[in-house]
């Protein structure tokens, strides 16, 4: 599957005006990938199975979030029209109100700091939830939360480039005080989003892409990709479930998002976890038969061996009696 991203970055950087700088970003990111890459397979050389799974999986979800940013500014570059005003008229039909929300922590600068912190871990996917699984064992479940990412990413962007949104503080017209809060993640996108739009931003550099994805928002279904990923390990049940809450309650105010932008990420993120594990099921089902095909074969080899194998009647059509 991330062949296919890669398949549809090339078929995105050739059939519009968009390219890629070389920058140090890119050099190191590739370097590193390539390094994950050549340890895995000595790992995998020299019996250390689990880190080989470790390796390789970082390397592919680095692979990942390399691919996902240049992909995801080509789409938002799209006419479609922003759809802000419908997306805050779900929100206030399903009685949740954005600016009570922002209000509430503004009003309690102390919170701030762990909202930033909430949101920062978006970074766990990558390097944490790999090298714990991949440890501990659970090779499977690796695989799955493995595939389960290149879901949620693809579908991320399908969906993005029918739903776009400026966001939260452009809609609702709120410019706060950055020295009591600082939306980053927003004001990434307030600044490249347009420009992505009116064509002033056609030169992709790895180092500076930023996230332009309102609907569904990807902090959303990578909080619950990482609770996932982390609840096979019961110890590391209470860190997760406080760590995604807060990325959870993060996204609207960091991000910027409508509150169902959040909930559409969440939606995405089960639905890829479905998928993972239904496919998952059925690649474990079918290793299973293969190696039973084997044991089985030789099993009944041994039975006719042992009886003197399957007689000449037995085995001929032409025996006397069948004879016309």
């Not at 332009?212 to 110890?235: D, E, N, T």
Request: proline letters at 6%.
């Amino acid at each position: 599957m991330l062949a296919g991203l890669f398949v549809a970055l090339g078929v995105g950087l050739a059939t519009t005006d968009f390219s890629f700088r070389l920058d140090g970003a890119l050099g190191s990111s590739v370097a590193s990938i390539a390094a994950l890459m050549g340890a895995g397979h000595i790992a995998r050389q020299t019996s250390f199975a689990r880190q080989a799974h470790a390796l390789t999986a970082i390397a592919q979800l680095m692979i990942l979030f390399l691919l996902a940013p240049a992909l995801t500014h080509i789409v938002a570059s799209a006419s479609f029209p922003f759809v802000d005003g419908p997306l805050a008229a779900i929100d206030r039909l399903l009685g949740l109100d954005w600016l009570e929300y922002f209000q509430f922590i503004y009003d309690r600068p102390a919170l701030v700091p762990y909202l930033y912190l909430g949101y920062a871990m978006i970074t766990w996917p990558i390097i944490v939830i790999p090298t714990l699984l991949g440890f501990a064992g659970y090779v499977d479940h690796l695989n799955r939360f493995t595939l389960a990412c290149v879901l949620t990413v693809v579908m991320t962007v399908a969906i993005s480039i029918f739903v776009p949104a400026l966001g939260t503080y452009h809609h609702y017209g709120v410019s706060p005080d950055f020295g009591v809060l600082r939306p980053s993640g927003y004001l990434v996108q307030i600044e490249q989003l347009p420009r992505l739009r009116d064509g002033t931003l056609r030169v992709l550099q790895v180092g500076s892409l930023g996230g332009v994805i309102a609907f569904p928002s990807f902090h959303a279904a990578a909080a619950v990709l990482s609770l996932w990923g982390l609840w096979r390990l019961w110890w590391a049940r209470p860190l997760a479930t406080i760590a995604n809450g807060g990325m959870l309650l993060a996204t609207p105010i960091i991000g910027g998002h409508h509150f169902i932008d959040v909930l559409a990420g969440v939606a995405v993120a089960v639905l890829a976890i479905h998928a993972a594990d239904r496919i998952g099921s059925r690649e474990r089902a079918v290793e299973s038969e293969q190696k039973l095909a084997g044991p089985i074969f030789w099993a009944v080899m041994a039975v006719f061996s042992r009886t003197g194998g399957p007689s000449a009647e037995w085995i001929s059509p032409e025996r006397p009696g069948d004879l016309p």
